[in-house]
């Protein structure tokens, strides 16, 4: 697997190495002692989460302020573009995201850690994601920053379209008034 850290280092792109044939491929989706290794993060994951939308569905940004949740992510069907906003107050990267596209053909997954909004756009006709998390899905700590808030500033690639957003997304809060980490 190769390790490539983005503009918040601890956000990181992982390239696994994939096998691939006439008959097909294979790939090690997950190796708990490679992850540890090539990352340094020594987390657990607890949860596995699967989710399939349409072209144009954005899905964000979200976030947990109690029993947050690293994630790793991955997209198995189609392609998305994935995005983590730094919600930690006391980080030198506050307030700043950054983004990647995830792909069934880039086989790409996206490290999340911790103390950070995810979000994503569906580019392709449909897509399936599915994503480990550090600690369980909690609705009562569930929170929403807007997904298109000008003080962080997504370049989100919509090339003209509307985004899909359910209410809970459209009812986000901007940074400025949403429960942050310290």
Same mark, same amino acid.
């Given at each position: 697997m190769d390790v490539t850290p983005t503009e918040i280092p601890e956000v990181l792109i992982l390239d696994p190495k994939v096998f691939g044939d006439e008959?097909?491929?294979?790939?090690?989706?997950?190796?708990?002692?490679?992850?540890?290794?090539?990352? !340094?993060?020594?987390?657990?994951?607890?949860?596995?989460?699967?989710?399939?939308?349409?072209?144009?569905?954005?899905? !964000?940004?979200?976030y947990q302020i109690q029993q947050a949740q690293g994630k790793l992510i991955r997209c198995i069907v189609g392609e998305i573009f994935d995005v983590a906003v730094d919600l930690r107050q006391s980080s030198p990267t506050f307030g700043k995201w950054v983004g990647c596209r995830l792909s069934a053909s880039n086989f790409r997954q996206f490290w999340i850690p911790p103390g950070f909004a995810h979000g994503f756009l569906v580019l392709s006709e449909v897509a399936e994601v599915l994503y480990k998390t550090t600690d369980y899905y909690a609705p009562q700590h569930e929170r929403v920053v807007l997904w298109n808030d000008p003080n962080i500033g997504i370049t989100w690639p919509l090339n003209g379209m509307e985004p899909i957003l359910s209410q809970k997304d459209q009812a986000g809060k901007t940074l400025k008034t949403a429960d942050l980490y310290s």
């Open positions: 008959r097909g491929f294979f790939m090690e989706s997950f190796n708990r002692r490679v992850f540890r290794d090539r990352t !340094g993060v020594s987390l657990d994951f607890v949860q596995d989460n699967h989710s399939r939308s349409s072209v144009g569905v954005l899905r !964000g940004l979200h």
